[in-house]
C-alpha cells in the first residue's frame, strides 16, 4: 500500500535524525497496513514510531473507522493509566485532512517515563494513524518535549502531504 512512508522518505523528512529497524506489512486490529520504525539521533532517549492507513469502501465508512479508532485508542490509554487526552487537532496540524485528532499521552506516576504523541487523520476514504513513542532517559524535559514535538510534526508533514 503506497500509504506508507519507505524508510528512505523517513530519512530523508527526519534529517538529521536517522531511522532504523524499519518494517512494513499488513495492518493489525483493522488497517490495512503498517509500519514501524525507530528514530536514532535525539540525545533526549530512544524514539519507536508507527504509522498505519487504512482506505475504506466509503468516506463515511471511513468517518466510522476513524471514530472506532478513537475510541479503542481512549479506552486502552485509560486501561494503561495514561495521563492525557485526544481532541481535534489545531488548523496547523490538521493540514487538508476532511477530520484529523491530535493527542500526547504521558506514562502513569511510578512506570518508567514515556510520553507518546499521535494523530488520526481521515482524507475522504483514507485513514492514517501517526504515533511517536519517546523514552527518555530520565524525567521528561523541555528538550524531549521539544523533540517529540518536532518528529511529531515532520511525521505529519510526510503522512498529510499526499
Known amino acids: ?3 506508507l512512508p519507505d524508510q528512505s522518505e523517513l530519512n530523508s523528512s527526519l534529517s538529521p535524525f536517522t531511522v532504523s529497524n524499519y518494517t512494513s506489512g499488513p495492518g493489525k486490529d483493522g488497517w490495512d497496513a503498517n509500519a514501524e520504525f525507530d528514530i536514532n539521533g535525539a540525545p533526549e532517549g530512544m524514539i519507536h514510531s508507527s504509522v498505519d492507513a487504512s482506505e475504506l469502501p466509503t468516506p ?3 468517518a466510522g473507522f476513524l471514530q472506532t479508532k478513537l475510541q479503542q485508542l481512549r479506552d486502552g ?4 493509566g495514561f495521563v492525557g487526552d485526544v481532541g481535534p487537532s489545531t488548523p496547523e496540524l490538521t493540514m487538508d485532512a476532511d477530520e484529523a485528532y491530535f ?4 506514562s502513569p506516576e511510578g512506570a ?3 510520553v507518546v504523541a499521535l494523530q488520526i487523520s481521515r482524507y475522504e476514504d483514507q485513514v492514517i494513524a501517526t504515533t511517536v513513542m519517546l523514552r527518555p532517559n530520565g524525567p521528561v524535559t523541555q528538550a524531549s ?6 518528529i511529531t510534526g515532520q511525521l505529519l508533514r510526510l503522512m498529510n502531504s499526499d
Do not use: K
Open 145 to 150: 518535549a521539544q523533540t517529540l514535538g518536532v
Open 103 to 106: 493527542g500526547v499521552f504521558m
Open 60 to 62: 463515511e465508512g471511513a
Open 77 to 80: 490509554t485509560r486501561q494503561g
Open 112 to 114: 518508567p517515563p514515556m
Open 1 to 3: 500500500m503506497d500509504l
